[in-house]
């Protein structure tokens, strides 16, 4: 079925560092949405993005639909350690095949104080 | 308080022994999907609801079936559970026809001895 592939798998950074995650399909999406998933939680809607090209923040987030909706990045900048957790980002494919969310694999950010 | 309430939160169970794990939402979302979380494969789909008594399946429908006679309940069930069904689960609605920005439950653990 249909994938996405998401780096890193993991991060260890240092407080304060910025980080840098993305993903990537071999597909057009039409919807990049990115999620944090916190131990013992169930994933939360970070960022929803709409368009191509579309740059949109969320207070230290930054995430970008890639031009050519085949890609999406998300940056965290200054982290803390509340922002420890895992990143997902998902590919929604055009609603006459379902209306399916695709999920990639996960980034795991450990960060150290 | 806007929630998805799964239950149980923790399950482990034998081979072949029936269960359901419900999943309500007030949120009176039409879209409701259920999920499951396995290490390094992030989150896959098992089935969707797009209203009630409309579901569809996943990309890992084997082993599950779902019913969605009310808005707000879309329950999971094992028929004859397997241990290659030992997973974390989640349970998800959306105020989105196509089923973009989910609101998750807190997922449940079930362990299939």
């Known amino acids: 079925g249909q994938q996405l592939n998401q780096s890193p798998q993991s991060m260890f950074i240092q407080e304060g560092e910025d980080v840098s995650m993305n993903c990537t399909s071999s597909s057009i999406f039409n919807t990049w949405l990115w999620y944090k998933q916190e131990p013992g939680e169930g994933p939360v809607l970070l960022i929803a993005l709409y368009k191509a090209g579309e740059l949109t923040s969320n207070g230290r987030l930054t995430a970008q639909f890639g031009i050519t909706r085949k890609d999406s990045f998300l940056n965290i900048s200054a982290s803390i350690p509340s922002d420890v957790g895992i990143y997902f980002c998902a590919g929604q494919l055009r609603l006459r095949q379902g209306g399916k969310l695709i999920f990639g694999q996960g980034t795991e950010l450990s960060v150290k104080p | 308080e806007a929630q998805v309430t799964q239950n149980p939160r923790y399950l482990i169970t034998v081979t072949g022994k029936k269960l359901t794990v419900t999943c309500s939402q007030n949120?009176?979302?039409?879209?409701m999907s259920w999920y499951r979380q396995d290490p390094g494969l992030g989150l896959r789909q098992i089935y969707y609801?797009?209203?009630?008594?409309?579901?569809d399946k996943g990309d890992v429908p084997e082993g599950y079936k779902v019913s969605r006679k009310e808005k707000r309940n879309f329950p999971l069930i094992l028929e004859s559970p397997s241990p290659n069904q030992t997973s974390l689960y989640f349970c998800?609605?959306?105020?989105?026809?196509?089923?973009?920005?989910?609101?998750f439950g807190e997922g449940s653990r079930l362990t299939v001895l």
């Open positions: 609801s797009m209203n009630v008594e409309v579901t």
């Open positions: 998800a609605s959306s105020p989105l026809a196509g089923g973009g920005e989910l609101f």
């Open positions: 949120m009176n979302h039409e879209y």
